[in-house]
């Protein structure tokens, strides 16, 4: 059974960073593509960035530029570096993986993290 454990959410001024880190056990992480997914209150869960195995990354454009997913594979470990943050970037902000690759769509997603919140002040 996967686990994701979420770390690294908190209030952060408007044009502050963030990292996110995101724990898989109960897998073989190197097999997993791991994705970020954020809900802000009262809207759907959507897509942010993704990983997959092989270290491809892919982004949402409202955060190209300002976001950067990685993986380390030693420690079981993807991370979202969150940069320029905006106040529109306020959410709740969750782990995913699937094997091998993922998409973008949520209703694909297997295994989900329990989620952490970013808040960004103006």
């Known amino acids: 059974q996967v686990q994701l454990v979420e770390s690294g959410g908190g209030l952060v001024q408007a044009g502050g960073s963030l990292r996110l880190s995101c724990a898989l056990s109960g897998g073989t992480f190197d097999n997993y593509a791991v994705a970020w997914f954020r809900q802000a209150p009262g809207k759907e869960r959507e897509f942010v960035a993704r990983i997959n195995w092989s270290g491809g990354t892919y982004y949402t454009d409202s955060v190209k530029g300002r976001f950067t997913i990685s993986r380390d594979n030693a420690k079981n470990t993807a991370y979202l570096q969150m940069n320029s943050l905006k106040p529109e970037d306020t959410a709740v902000y969750y782990c995913?993986?699937?094997?091998?690759?993922?998409?973008?769509?949520?209703?694909?997603?297997?295994?989900w993290g329990k989620g952490t919140l970013v808040t960004v002040s103006s």
């Open positions: 995913a993986a699937n094997r091998i690759n993922i998409a973008t769509n949520p209703a694909t997603v297997r295994n």
